[in-house]
């Protein structure tokens, strides 16, 4: 039916590019769609929840963890509720991965707490004898990435209407109000944490890589 075209290479081309272009319009247009909206009671991700993802991301957690429950009753009875799409749509990028190393993480903040969190990420045999996650003491000390995580926050909320500073979800304000917010959130993981590097940091003003990552994963219910 289309041989004619492999003899044409400019309406072929032609061709390619009308093909391309539709499935890159299918592709971003649902992102701006007024229908591609989470699920009721999904709240975008605070600016300190941003930058414990951003933490997560870089050190390549997504690698060895999915966050994506299939519909199995074996997966539903360890993980819980199976995933729904609207469930991701303030994901940019998703972290549904395609290996489990480690077990899912999609509702993790279910089930494991912030003392948890801090005594697996410094030593994860101490709570998981047979696991083979590597520590990340690196976490303890390097500080966390708040002003790029404000300005993805900004961005999202002007480029995809993400409802920041809308009632109900997260406030963004100006930098100097997220600044306020972040160390009031902050706070309430800091003081369930028994590393005494991470309070006086805290205390001086500096929120360390694993109080963000540990907010993070308290948001994944």
């Known amino acids: 039916m289309f041989s004619w075209l492999e003899k044409n290479p400019f309406f072929f081309?032609?061709?390619?590019?009308?093909?391309?272009?539709?499935?890159?319009?299918?592709?971003?247009?649902?992102?701006?769609?007024d229908r591609a909206r989470p699920i009721e009671g999904k709240k975008p991700y605070t600016v300190l929840q941003l930058a414990g993802r951003h933490v997560y991301i870089s050190n390549s957690c997504n690698a060895c963890h999915t966050q994506h429950i299939r519909p199995f009753k074996s997966e539903t009875d360890r993980y819980g509720a199976y995933?729904?799409?609207?469930?991701?749509?303030?994901?940019?990028?998703?972290?549904?991965g395609s290996?489990?190393?480690?077990?899912?993480?999609?509702?993790?903040?279910?089930?494991?707490?912030?003392?948890?969190?801090?005594?697996?990420m410094k030593d994860p045999t101490s709570v998981v004898p047979a696991s083979i996650m590597p520590a990340y003491p690196h976490m303890f000390s390097k500080n966390a990435d708040i002003e790029t995580a404000y300005a993805e926050a900004l961005t999202v909320k002007k480029a995809f209407n993400v409802p920041y500073d809308k009632?109900?979800?997260?406030?963004?304000?100006?930098?100097?109000?997220?600044k306020k917010i972040v160390m009031?959130?902050?706070?309430?993981?800091?003081?369930?944490?028994?590393?005494?590097?991470?309070?006086?940091?805290?205390?001086?003003?500096?929120?360390?890589e694993i109080v963000a990552?540990?907010?993070?994963?308290?948001?994944?219910?």
Do not use: C
């Open 167 to 178: 009632e109900g979800m997260p406030k963004l304000g100006s930098w100097d109000e997220s």
């Open 184 to 208: 009031e959130e902050a706070k309430l993981i800091v003081d369930k944490m028994k590393d005494q590097d991470v309070k006086d940091a805290f205390e001086r003003g500096e929120i360390r």
């Open 13 to 33: 081309a032609v061709f390619v590019f009308i093909v391309i272009a539709y499935a890159g319009i299918i592709e971003i247009l649902p992102d701006f769609a």
């Open 99 to 120: 290996k489990r190393t480690g077990p899912d993480l999609m509702r993790v903040g279910n089930f494991r707490t912030t003392d948890w969190h801090e005594n697996h």
């Open 83 to 96: 995933a729904k799409s609207g469930e991701f749509a303030y994901d940019r990028p998703h972290l549904w």
């Open 213 to 221: 990552i540990i907010a993070y994963l308290n948001s994944l219910k």
